[in-house]
Nanobody, 123 residues
Framework: QVRLVEPGGGLVQAGGPLRSSCAAPGLTFSDRAMGWSPQAPGKEREFVATISSSGGTYYADSVKGRFTISRDNAKNTEYLQMNSLKPGDTAAYYC?????????????????WGQGTQVTVSS
């Protein structure tokens, strides 16, 4: 069974940067859209960034201008560069691989998920 692997996470001060990665060994990675979906305590999981198989990106308004999603198809890995982090960004961040090449924000469109990695931003 394919599983997405998210190493790390971390604790960072407000205003600082953090980079998350997500590896997809054994997956037909290049044909799939990928995404990042954080979940804060007591809140629903929402996608904040997606990237299509062709590299088209989407960002939620809350992270636009601060987060950058990217992918390296040769390494079967996607990344989320998070800059200017805020305490409100604190959440467990889940990476996801879509069943299609188009990036969407519907969780049901994604059929592989990582285990989640905790990002904590201190004020």
């Amino acid at each position: 069974q394919v599983r997405l692997v998210e190493p790390g996470g971390g604790l960072v001060q407000a205003g600082g940067p953090l980079r998350s990665s997500c590896a997809a060994p054994g997956l037909t990675f290049s044909d799939r859209a990928m995404g990042w979906s954080p979940q804060a305590p007591g809140k629903e999981r929402e996608f904040v960034a997606t990237i299509s198989s062709s590299g088209g990106t989407y960002y939620a308004d809350s992270v636009k201008g601060r987060f950058t999603i990217s992918r390296d198809n040769a390494k079967n890995t996607e990344y989320l560069q998070m800059n200017s982090l805020k305490p409100g960004d604190t959440a467990a961040y889940y990476c996801a691989a879509s069943a299609s090449s188009y990036g969407t924000t519907r969780g049901s469109d994604y059929n592989y998920w990582g285990q989640g990695t905790q990002v904590t931003v201190s004020s």
